[in-house]
């Protein structure tokens, strides 16, 4: 019997494998009950383009005083903070990889943002 993070391991380890196959650039999302993080990793997969965390100082004073970075908010803010720094590096075309999580609240608003941001995928 797997545990619940065995099984989104899983997941993630599928999708990833779809994703090197088509070869292009990576969008990575990752949750904590407390942040959210995205990354861009080059199509090779060797070389990270851009990152953004609600854990970042700037991102924490845009959502506030509480700076509360485990909300659907904060997930809309580094949705667009993502896409705006891989449009300046470069990177207009990207494969979603949510890491094993369902792709509904945070995850969802998360990339809802970064496609209104201006990426494509």
Known sequence: MLTKKEQRLRRARQTRIRIANQGVARLMVNR???HIY???VSACGT???A??????ADVRKQLGATGKGGNV???QVIGK???EKAK??????????RSGFAYHGRVKALA?????AGLQF
């Open 38 to 40: 995205a990354t861009v």
């Open 81 to 83: 903070l993502i896409a």
């Open 88 to 97: 300046k590096a470069g990177v207009d075309k990207v494969a979603f990889d």
């Open 51 to 56: 990152t953004a965390s609600s854990a970042e």
């Open 32 to 34: 904590t009950n407390l």
């Open 73 to 75: 908010d904060a997930a």
């Open 47 to 49: 070389k990270v383009v």
């Open 112 to 116: 809802d943002a970064a496609r209104e």
